[in-house]
């Protein structure tokens, strides 16, 4: 099992940014996948973003072109940029990993091993 830690969750602004940062320990695989899912409370639990230890990423369409995953796979730590943050970005934001690196689908299905999560408020 690999232990997700995430950080960098916080109160922003309408237009702001934040900095969310996923720590990880345990991959027994050098392949594996990583992404981001947020959840809102009386919602599904949707994906952001994700990436793969070959570089290759996936957004949503709702976050595409503000948001931005990026990885550093000697530390196992994934980061995700957010920028231009709406309202509707508050959430709880979940760090997942799965060694399946080839599906990117960000469906929360095709991850096993998930953090804590960390809070994510944008005012207007």
């Known amino acids: 099992q690999v232990r997700l830690v995430e950080s960098g969750g916080g109160s922003v602004q309408s237009g702001g940014s934040l900095r969310l940062s996923c720590a990880a320990s345990?991959?027994?695989?050098?392949?594996?996948?990583m992404g981001w899912f947020r959840q809102s409370p009386g919602k599904e639990r949707e994906g952001v973003a994700e990436?793969?230890?070959?570089?290759?990423?996936n957004y949503a369409a709702s976050v595409r072109g503000r948001f931005t995953i990026s990885e550093d796979n000697a530390d196992e730590m994934v980061y995700l940029q957010m920028d231009s943050l709406k309202p509707e970005d508050t959430a709880m934001y979940y760090c997942?990993?799965?060694?399946?690196?080839?599906?990117?689908?960000?469906?929360?299905?095709?991850?096993?091993?998930w953090g804590q999560g960390t809070q994510v408020t944008v005012s207007s």
């Open positions: 990436i793969n230890t070959a570089g290759t990423s």
């Open positions: 345990g991959h027994t695989s050098r392949k594996y996948k």
């Open positions: 997942a990993t799965d060694n399946r690196w080839w599906v990117l689908s960000l469906r929360p299905a095709g991850y096993t091993d």
